[in-house]
């Protein structure tokens, strides 16, 4: 039953293994990347879940009302937006080095990529 009820949760664990098992899985360097940003996706969005308490209000004080009961906690809130700007800037570099890899090499294919590398260094 409890299944039902963290309906977020549950979401957020089912993206997170469908990240997962793209990234595992398939060897094309772009799908790879969309696997990592569900994965990240699925965390924020958990955590998100997790932070957010039915029928408080956002952490702004509103009528000098100070008590901790009123409001929501705003740690989750910071670290999700942290945790997205960290993503932007990781998903930019990640694509900024296939593009270059593609340049050099001519595939987005992860194993052709690491034999081409190889017979390089031959």
């Not at 699925?42 to 009302?65: E, H, Q, W």
């Not at 901790?68 to 740690?75: C, L």
């Not at 990640?94 to 190889?118: N, P, S």
């Amino acid at each position: 039953m409890t299944l039902f009820t963290n309906y977020y949760e549950t979401v957020a664990v089912i993206l997170f293994g469908i990240g997962l098992t793209t990234l595992l899985l398939h060897k094309n360097m772009i799908k790879k990347i969309m696997g990592f940003n569900i994965m990240d996706t699925a965390i924020y969005l958990f955590l998100t879940a997790k932070g957010y308490i039915v029928g408080r209000l956002a952490p702004i004080v509103v009528n000098n009302d100070l008590s901790v009961e009123t409001y929501v906690n705003p740690i989750p809130s910071g670290l999700v937006l942290t945790g997205i700007v960290v993503s932007v800037s990781v998903t930019a570099l990640m694509l900024a080095i296939t593009v270059r890899l593609y340049r050099r090499y001519g595939t987005l294919d992860i194993d052709e990529i690491a034999f081409r590398a190889k017979r390089e260094e031959i």
